[in-house]
C-alpha cells in the first residue's frame, strides 16, 4: 500500500503561504504516489493531536487556483517550538506510522526549519522511512542560502505601491509634511528597504529608510531629516519596527519602559513610527504623520506580486518532488543566475545549515549614509515584485477556500 | 474665437477624482467646442492665483488612461472656503474673463459644492456668461439628493477586501482575539458600514460596526462585545473615527483632554480605535489589535471599484456636457432605478440643495441593536464595489501621469 504525505503551515501569515500549500498539494495529487494527501491544522501541533483535514478538495484545479489567491494560512498555523531532545520525536513517529505518512512538508520560517531539522535528523537516527522535507516562508526575507523567500516579494509590492500611493495623496496640498511609515522586520531591514522601489524616474518619495541593520541615533536622524525635508515638499521616512541604538536595544524598549515608570499604560503609545512622528513635529515644528501598515502588509492578495506567487507554488511543488525521491533534511530554495536578467532556479539545501540563523541585508546593499539602500538592493528586489496574478472576485470580494 | 474651459479638483484626495478629471478633460478635448482645455492648480485657489496647467497631454488617449488609474488630485487641492459675499467674485470673474473662461468645472466635495453654488449665483446676478457646474466627489458619500458619490466605492471595496483578509490573518492561531479597525468619516458613517461588506456565505467576521449616526456608550459596546466574542475565535470591531457620545460630543475630545490635564501629549496617544483597543483589553482580558487603515483607504487605485471609476469619468463627461449645453449652478449626480437590479442613470440637481448638506446613512439601513447594519445598506452598497480595473504596472509599481 502506497504511503500518505502529510503537509503543514507554521509562523505569521503571509499572502504566498498557501500558493507553497497548493502547490504541494497538486503535485502531490497528481504524481500518484500517494495513498491520501493529508493537512496537520495548525502546524506541529496539529501533529502531537493528530487534528487532520482531509485535502480531497485539491484534486479540483479551481479549487488549487483559489487556494493560490487565499492569503493568511489554510492550515492553521502556531509558533511551537521542539525542544532539543525528549520523549516528543518518538512521540511525532509513532504518530507518523499509526498515519501511515511516508513524507511531511513543512511549510514556514526560521523556526519551522528549526523543527525540519530537528525531525529529520531524528528519522536518520532511527532509520524512519520518511521524508521530513523544508519550504520557506517569510515576509521577513531573513533565511540563509536560498536568494529570497516565499511571501517576501508580495509584502514588498505592497509596501512599494502603498507608500507611492500615500506620497500622491499627501503632497495634494500646498504645504510642507512628513510621513512616517512603520514597516514589519523585527531583525533584518529588508521589508523596510523595499520602501524604496516607491521612487522611479516619475516620483521619488522615499528619503529616509531606517534600518535594524543600522544603529539608530534620533540626533543624527533629525539633521539628517532637516536636511531633506528642505528641499521637499512631502517627505517620507521608512522605519523598521526593529530599528536599535548603539547598544543594540531596541528603541521602543527604552521609551516604553521610561512610559511604564510615569505610570502611562504603555499599550496606549503606539509603536516606533509614532515616537518617531512626536519628535519630529516636536523638534522640526512640520506637519507630521505616522502610519503603521499593521498585518496588511503580509496578508494582501490582492496586490501580490505574481512573481512570488507562481515561485511559492513551484517550491511546494519540489518539496513533494524531493520527498518522492527520499530525500530527507532539505529546505527549497532559489538560487539566480548572475547577470542583469533575473533568472531563478529551483533548488535545495540541507537544512541544517539554514535553522536558527538570520540573513540580514549585508553592507553593500546599504546607502553610505546609513539612512537608505544601495542600487545594488533596487536590483535585487525589483524583479521580484514583479506581474499581477489575476484575482477572483465575487461581487467586489476577494473569493477565498477555507477548511471546512 | 471659441471660449477656454476651466477644470479644478478641491477637497480631500481620492482614488476616483481623477477618472472624473479624466473624464471631463477627453469629453472637452474630443466635443471640439473650446479653444483650450486649461486646469487650475490647487482648485480655487489656483484660479485667485491665475495658476493654470495646460491640458494638451489629455489628447493623447494613453494619457487619458493613466490619469483615470492615478490616485489623488492631478491638479492639487485646496481646503478654501469662499466668503459669502465680498470682491473675491469680482475678482475671480475678472481672471475667467482675462483667460477667455466660458465654463468651470469642479470636482469636489460639500466645501466645493458650496463654492460652485456661490459663483453660480453670482454669475446669474452678473449675467456673466459663463457656466459652472460640479461634478461630485467625496468617500465620505455624505452628498444629498445624488445616489452616492464618486470614490465612495473604492474606498468601501477597500475596506472590505481588507477587512476580510485581516480576519483570515487572525484567525491561523488556535486563541480567541479582537481586532479593532478605525474608519474614516467623521460625521457620516457610510464608509465604516462598507465593513459590512466584508461578510458573506463564506466568513462573515465583522460583528459589531459603530457609526456617528448612533451615539457610543462604552458599557454597552462592552457588553454587546462579551456576547458576541463568547461564540467567536476572531471578532471585528468597525468603528467609525467619528462616533460621538449620548451628548453629541465625539469620544475622543474628552479622552484628549483628559490626557492634557494628566501632563500627557495628546499627540502620543492613538485615535479612536486604539481607545477602544485599550478599554477592550483590560475590561475583558481578551488579546486585542487596533488598526488604523488611515489615507490608504481614501487612495489605494490598485484595488479600486471598477463600477466607481467608470461612474466617476462619465459623470466628469457630464458635467462638460452641461456646460456645453449653457447651464450653471448644477451638480451631477447618479440616480438609481427601483428593483433588484442595479441600474444607475446620470443626471443633475440644483447644487444649491446640495452645499452645506449632509447624508447620513438612513434609519432604514441601521440595525435595530444600533451596532451594525440592515440588510437594505448591504443590498445598497454591494453593487458599488464591483468590478476590478485594468491597472498599468511599470516593473511591479503601479504608473501614474503627474503635472509637469
Excluded at 154 to 171: E, F, G, P
Excluded at 320 to 335: D, F, H, Y
Excluded at 356 to 367: A, D
Aim: some cysteine; charged content about 25%; overall charge negative.
Amino acid at each position: 500500500m502506497k504511503k500518505n504525505i502529510l503537509v503543514a503551515q507554521s509562523g505569521g501569515p503571509t499572502a504566498a503561504i498557501n500558493a507553497s500549500l497548493a502547490g504541494a498539494v497538486s503535485y502531490a495529487v497528481k504524481s500518484g504516489e500517494f495513498n491520501e494527501v493529508l493537512g496537520s491544522v495548525n502546524g506541529i501541533e496539529g501533529v502531537l493531536k493528530e487534528n487532520f483535514a482531509s485535502m480531497k478538495k485539491f484534486e479540483n484545479p479551481d479549487n488549487v487556483r483559489l487556494l493560490k489567491q487565499t492569503p493568511s494560512s489554510y492550515l492553521g498555523s502556531c509558533r511551537k517550538k521542539l525542544p532539543d531532545d525528549g520523549d516528543v520525536y518518538d512521540e511525532i513517529f509513532e504518530i507518523f506510522k499509526k498515519h501511515n505518512i511516508g513524507a511531511f512538508i513543512y511549510i514556514g520560517g526560521n523556526d519551522s526549519m528549526d523543527t525540519v531539522d530537528k525531525l529529520s535528523r531524528h528519522a536518520k537516527e532511527k532509520k524512519e522511512d520518511i521524508s521530513v522535507i523544508g519550504v520557506p516562508k517569510t515576509i521577513d526575507n531573513d533565511l540563509v542560502m536560498t536568494d529570497h523567500t516565499p511571501g517576501y516579494a508580495s509584502a514588498a509590492k505592497y509596501i512599494a505601491n502603498s507608500v507611492r500611493q500615500l506620497a500622491l495623496d499627501t503632497s495634494v496640498y500646498d504645504m510642507k509634511s512628513v510621513i512616517v511609515t512603520e514597516i514589519m522586520g523585527r531583525n533584518a531591514g529588508w521589508l523596510t528597504a523595499a520602501a524604496a522601489l516607491a521612487n522611479d524616474s516619475l516620483i521619488s518619495p522615499v528619503d529616509i529608510i531606517c534600518l535594524p541593520e543600522v544603529p539608530f541615533d534620533m540626533d543624527e536622524f533629525i539633521e539628517k531629516l532637516a536636511k531633506v525635508e528642505d528641499k521637499k515638499q512631502t517627505t517620507i521616512v521608512a522605519v523598521s519596527e526593529g530599528i536599535c541604538d548603539k547598544n543594540g536595544d531596541y528603541i521602543m524598549s527604552g521609551i516604553k519602559s521610561q512610559a511604564r515608570s510615569d505610570g502611562f499604560a504603555h499599550a496606549a503609545l503606539g509603536g516606533v513610527g509614532k515616537y518617531i512622528e512626536i519628535e519630529i513635529a516636536t523638534r522640526l515644528g512640520i506637519k507630521t504623520r505616522s502610519l503603521e501598515f499593521s498585518t496588511l502588509q503580509r496578508c494582501n492578495a490582492e496586490t501580490a506580486s505574481k512573481c512570488d506567487i507562481d515561485e511559492s507554488f513551484a517550491q511546494g511543488e519540489e518539496g513533494v518532488r524531493l520527498a518522492i525521491a527520499g530525500e530527507c533534511g532539505k529546505m527549497v530554495g532559489i538560487v539566480r543566475e548572475d547577470g542583469d536578467i533575473y533568472k531563478p532556479h529551483i533548488t535545495s539545501f540541507d537544512v541544517s545549515l539554514i535553522a536558527n540563523k538570520e540573513k540580514k541585508i549585508p553592507q553593500n546593499m546599504l546607502s553610505g549614509d546609513g539612512f537608505g539602500v544601495s542600487e545594488e538592493f533596487v536590483k535585487y528586489a525589483k524583479p521580484l515584485i514583479n506581474g499581477h496574478p489575476d484575482i477572483i472576485y465575487k461581487d467586489g470580494i476577494i473569493d477565498f477556500i477555507l477548511r471546512d
